[in-house]
């Protein structure tokens, strides 16, 4: 037992000997051989503020007071590092033996700014002048001079990056990480943990052989990065090269956020990428000097359908400097359609994105609605759809698409689109068409459920009460000019049409600047709001309109005809084309002339009725016939309908129950021509 406490003893003498040897040097010399072993390396200063002070538990070592870099003399901070100290922890049995070698190391609050000015210079490329003596080292003696590092520690550091190139920044903050470099070992093992633009962050990483990737070479690597709800694991090779980064590593990724993804990136995603969920990416990076490939197969869900997709970019040797490259995606919508895109991609160029994109869609009404978007359309409309256009994204998220071809169902349009990624989202155009077909919006026979459903009349006769439903019109807002050469509305035609239709809030506004029918045009304002209820209101008029065909395809009438202007200002609401109908309300005026009354001659009858009844194949010619209407709850009010013919002239006044389909109506002759 006597013994163990003579060695004890003799252990104790050791340590205290070799500390105080330790700290012999006064603290602001300690300083100023670091900060000039520093500067001869790179150019940057050290300093060293506060004392030095030793520490025996739990690890033998010292501890120093605030430390810092300076900076590039170009760059926008004074220093490039700041901390407010240090632990050194060093391993004992070799400092008995004469030799300081650091076994821990812990940087307390460090601060790093790094930054890249407009040429592309980094204040982080600290090389020094190259070693005079090249000559190769034994393996042995390399591998003792190798540095070892049993633990790193950095605690609550934070990172500032800023690009002027591109005017980009990030704050990485929070940080807490450790590194291992094991002695007599090529593997090092990093884990770091932080907060990146508001994100919670994490890297776990193990390199193969770190002391070949810091001479340039290539070492395996391997691990995980985490940001928010994403996740990334790879597994390959990388290297540091001469000042291009070598990787080639297999990718797994998983995106929990595809929205806060894309935000990372600088894009501002529309809300509906928030119902993409579950992706999952499986793929391969390359990195040299000569160029990158990357690779991946896309799986997810978009809604409650599975999304599956490609997703390639390939860049020059100039990747480093000016990121641009050439991209292809393809994704897949079950059941609903795909999208096809083909361009570049770089935050060198003007523009984010610019290239071809072909979207096709077998179930156009169901893909609005895993986004989101409800039509209420009639059954047999929203089935099929296409876009062919040249699309070009702006770093914001504004897109615009140039020599666009639309087709919905049946219908062919082209012109240019702007979409601005707001709440809720913009858009901008301007369309042409040749014939357009919208008689499938408003046939007798199509309802406008909830589901889009068709069905019957609930009454056998009058208006239809079948419940109609126009949805989806708050779901974004709009500026759009429509030309077409012609327009089947089913219960009409129209010729050249002009319109420009305004959406904000859920209300459609449509400026009718030139619409052609009947031999005349129609000019005006309709306004429309959707919704369980559909309301609208009109203020248009139709001049030198004939009279025959108007009375004839709206109210299957061709008794009369004539040429001349009418104005009709009506508004409505309702949940069916009943309760439309019967709640119709406003006021509007008629002014025919140079027309007839098809089927009776009243002049005739007057001179001989025999004559004017004796089949109807006379007409009572007109001069003018004019009047004014007023109409509340479907019910319209005439009292001065006036009739000139040049033998006689009339006057009328009744009602017309429009909602319940009756008329009372009553005329009398004022005087007779000589």
Not at 417 to 438: C, H, M, S, W
Request: aromatic share 6%; proline share 4%; with cysteine.
């Amino acid at each position: 037992m006597r013994w163990l406490i003579r060695i004890a003893v003799a252990l104790v003498a050791c340590v205290v000997v070799a500390v105080g040897l330790l700290f012999l040097l006064p603290a602001d010399r300690i300083g100023q051989l670091a900060s000039d072993q520093l500067e001869r390396q790179t150019g940057r200063k050290l300093t060293l503020s506060g004392d030095f002070t030793p520490t025996l538990f739990p690890t033998l070592g010292v501890k120093t007071g605030a430390i810092t870099v300076s900076n590039a003399d170009w760059a926008s901070e004074p220093l490039m590092i700041s901390a407010k100290g240090a632990t050194v922890g060093v391993n004992l049995s070799a400092l008995i033996g004469g030799n300081v070698e650091v076994e821990t190391f812990e940087l307390l609050s460090p601060v790093v700014y790094l930054e890249r000015d407009a040429s592309g210079r980094a204040n982080w490329d600290l090389s020094g002048p190259t070693p005079r003596d090249t000559t190769t080292r034994p393996q042995a003696e390399t591998d003792s001079a190798r540095p070892s590092l049993a633990l790193g520690r950095i605690v609550d550091g934070d990172i500032y990056f800023r690009d002027h190139s591109t005017g980009t920044s990030h704050a990485l903050g929070g940080i807490n990480g450790t590194v291992s470099l094991p002695k007599g070992k090529t593997t090092a093992r990093i884990a770091v943990s932080g907060n990146l633009d508001g994100r919670d962050g994490a890297i776990e990483a193990v390199l193969g052989d770190w002391p070949a990737m810091m001479e340039g070479g290539i070492s395996t690597v391997s691990g995980t990065l985490e940001l928010g709800a994403d996740t990334v694991g790879f597994d390959g090779t990388a290297g540091l090269g001469d000042g291009v980064p070598t990787v080639d590593v297999v990718l797994n990724a998983s995106l929990g956020d595809p929205s806060g993804t894309a935000a990372r990136f600088g894009l501002n995603a529309p809300a509906q990428l928030a119902a993409l969920s579950g992706v999952s990416l499986e793929g391969k990076v390359l990195l040299s000097s000569a160029g990158v490939f990357t690779q991946a197969d896309l799986k997810g869900v978009y809604g409650k359908a599975p999304v599956t997709g490609r997703l390639s970019a390939t860049g020059d040797e100039s990747w480093l400097e000016t990121p641009e490259f050439n991209v292809e995606t393809f994704l897949s919508l079950q059941g609903t359609g795909d999208v096809d895109f083909k361009g570049r991609a770089g935050q060198a160029r003007p523009n984010l994105l610019s290239g071809q994109l072909l979207a096709r869609f077998s179930d156009l009404r169901g893909g609005l609605r895993l986004a989101g978007i409800e039509t209420g359309t009639p059954k047999g409309t929203f089935q099929t759809g296409k876009l062919d256009g040249e699309l070009r994204v702006a770093a914001s998220g504004k897109a615009r698409l140039k020599n666009v071809v639309i087709t919905l169902d049946q219908n062919v349009v082209s012109g240019e689109i702007a979409f601005r990624p707001q709440n809720p989202p913009y858009v901008e155009a301007t369309l042409d068409a040749g014939k357009l077909d919208l008689s499938d919006y408003i046939s007798d026979d199509a309802s406008v459920g909830a589901e889009g459903t068709g069905g019957k009349s609930a009454a056998s006769s009058g208006w239809s009460k079948e419940p109609i439903r126009l949805q989806g019109l708050d779901a974004l807002d709009a500026d759009v000019t429509l030309r077409a050469s012609s327009v089947d509305l089913g219960v009409s035609q129209l010729g050249l049409t002009l319109i420009n239709a305004r959406l904000r809030d859920g209300l459609l506004a449509l400026d009718l600047r030139d619409v052609r029918i009947f031999d005349g045009a129609v000019s005006g304002r309709i306004t429309l709001r959707g919704g369980p209820s559909v309301a609208f209101e009109t203020d248009v008029t139709a001049r030198n309109v004939e009279l025959e065909p108007l009375l004839s395809q709206l109210l299957d009438m061709d008794r009369l005809r004539g040429t001349g202007t009418t104005r009709l200002a009506l508004r409505s609401q309702g949940g069916s084309v009943h309760e439309i109908m019967t709640s119709l309300s406003g006021n509007g005026s008629v002014e025919f002339g140079n027309g007839a009354i098809k089927g009776i001659d009243l002049a005739a009858m007057m001179r001989n009725l025999k004559s004017a009844f004796g089949g109807f194949q006379g007409a009572t010619e007109f001069t003018s016939l004019d009047g004014t209407f007023s109409m509340e709850r479907g019910v319209l009010q005439n009292v001065d309908l006036s009739l000139i013919s040049p033998l006689f002239r009339a006057a009328g006044k009744g009602s017309v129950d429009i909602g319940g389909q009756a008329m009372n109506y009553g005329n009398r002759l004022i005087d007779t021509a000589d």
